[in-house]
Structure formats: structure tokens, C-alpha cells
């Protein structure tokens, strides 16, 4: 019997280091926003509107069959290059 499974790998933006979203540190509130804002404002300024989003979220499917969604079970990296 064919079965096919999907694989759906989201890439999401982080900051550096562990973050916790729903904690609010006394930096967080002390930080300046309006600055912080302008400076990823202007660096966006020279790329191309198509590029940007990318940069935070970026989601990829895959369609396996039977047998690659096994492999991808025992080693979820194989065959993945990180160059």
C-alpha cells in the first residue's frame, strides 16, 4: 500500500542565545526601540524587497515516501550539506 507523508521544516529568525518571549527582562524595557528600528530600517535600504522576509521565516515541504520518511526518521540530516 503507498503511503506519502510530508516534511515541513520551518526556519524562524532568532536572536542569539536562549529567548523566552514571554519573559520581560528590565534591558527589555530599557532598550531603545526607536533606535533599534531605524538601524533594521536602514539596513534593508540596498536589498531587494523579495529577500527580506526570508531572512525571518522561511518554510520548506517535502513529499516522502515510505522509505525516505523512515530514513528521515532514523537521521533526520542525511544527506543534507552545510556548505
Same mark, same amino acid.
Given at each position: 500500500?503507498?503511503?506519502? +507523508?510530508?516534511?515541513?521544516? *520551518? %526556519?524562524?529568525?532568532?536572536? #542569539? $542565545? *536562549? +529567548? &523566552?518571549? =514571554? ?5 527589555? =524595557?530599557?532598550? #531603545?526601540? *526607536? +533606535?533599534?528600528?531605524? %538601524?533594521?530600517?536602514? $539596513?534593508c535600504g540596498d536589498r531587494e524587497p523579495e529577500e527580506l522576509p526570508q531572512e525571518v521565516y522561511a518554510? @520548506?515541504? @517535502?513529499?516522502? !515516501?515510505?522509505? !525516505? ?5 532514523? &537521521? *533526520?540530516?542525511? $544527506?543534507?550539506? =552545510?556548505?
Open positions: 500500500m503507498w503511503r506519502a +507523508y510530508t516534511l515541513e521544516v *520551518p %526556519q524562524v529568525h532568532r536572536e #542569539d $542565545g *536562549p +529567548y &523566552d518571549a =514571554l519573559e520581560i527582562t528590565r534591558e527589555d =524595557l530599557e532598550r #531603545d526601540l *526607536p +533606535y533599534e528600528i531605524r %538601524q533594521v530600517l536602514e $539596513g518554510n @520548506f515541504r @517535502f513529499d516522502l !515516501c515510505t522509505d !525516505c520518511h523512515r530514513r528521515s526518521l532514523k &537521521d *533526520p540530516m542525511a $544527506g543534507v550539506s =552545510l556548505s
